[in-house]
């Protein structure tokens, strides 16, 4: 069973705020989100991570809501090089091969940035 | 900073031929290791796991196996490749901080 759902595909004007939700209802307490993105024949690239607080780093903002069941990946000025696969993981914290195997990266999201 | 290199970055192989994929990881003291494979579909499945040099755990019963000759060097190995070892693979690492960061990929077809 999947643990995230993510659209499969959205557009941003570039320069504008990109959105991306993910909805992980079925999420345990001790497991966080990790939102990893893909340019085409790359290696996934780390974003942002998060347990319950909302976070934010120089790529980007994770929001995540009270109950832990959504979260929500701002971009907040897109640029044509954002244009990538984004996937949203929920796995458990600590470096347990249990934890890297939840690592699977499902379909994700198409995030197409236009000029 | 930690940079994690693999190489090389795309390889034709016939059936039958060995094979040999490379990691190393810059910058970090004992890093967790870890071989991926991709999936046509964007999957991602876990095939190799280290926590030290020469401690290997194997996720799944395969035609490929793994080594930890140095503590930042991870390799991935078959004796004889087969048409359905055909994929896009992905050496990756982490620490305490629990976070894993991917290398570039490396894409093999088997012909």
């Known amino acids: 069973d999947a643990k995230t759902t993510q659209p499969p595909s959205m557009d941003c004007a570039e320069g504008r705020a990109a959105n991306l939700p993910c909805n992980h209802s079925t999420i345990s307490g001790n497991e966080y989100v990790y939102w990893y993105r893909q340019i085409h024949s790359q290696g996934p690239q780390y974003i942002i991570h998060?347990?319950?607080n909302n976070e934010t780093n120089e790529m980007a903002s994770l929001i995540i809501t009270e109950d832990r069941k959504s979260s929500t990946l701002i971009l907040p000025h897109a640029t044509l090089r954002d244009t990538a696969v984004y996937y949203c993981?929920?796995?458990?914290?600590?470096?347990?091969?249990?934890?890297?195997?939840?690592?699977?990266f499902g379909s994700g999201t198409q995030l197409t940035v236009l000029p | 900073s930690q940079t994690i290199h693999q190489w090389p970055a795309t390889l034709v192989q016939p059936v039958g031929s060995p094979l040999s994929l490379e990691c190393t990881v810059e910058?970090?003291?004992?890093?967790?290791l870890y071989w991926y494979r991709q999936a046509a579909g964007r999957g991602l499945q876990l095939l190799f796991y280290?926590?030290?040099?020469?401690?290997i755990s194997s996720e799944v019963p395969q035609n490929l196996s793994a080594s930890r000759p140095q503590d930042r060097q991870f390799i991935l190995s078959s004796k004889k490749l087969l048409l359905s070892d055909s994929g896009f693979y992905l050496c990756?690492?982490?620490?305490?901080?629990?976070?894993?960061?991917f290398g570039e990929g490396s894409w093999l077809t088997v012909v």
């Open positions: 280290s926590v030290g040099i020469g401690q």
């Open positions: 993981i929920v796995r458990v914290a600590g470096v347990s091969s249990g934890s890297a195997r939840q690592l699977t």
């Open positions: 910058g970090t003291s004992n890093p967790n």
């Open positions: 990756a690492w982490s620490t305490t901080g629990n976070t894993i960061y």
């Open positions: 998060g347990l319950k």
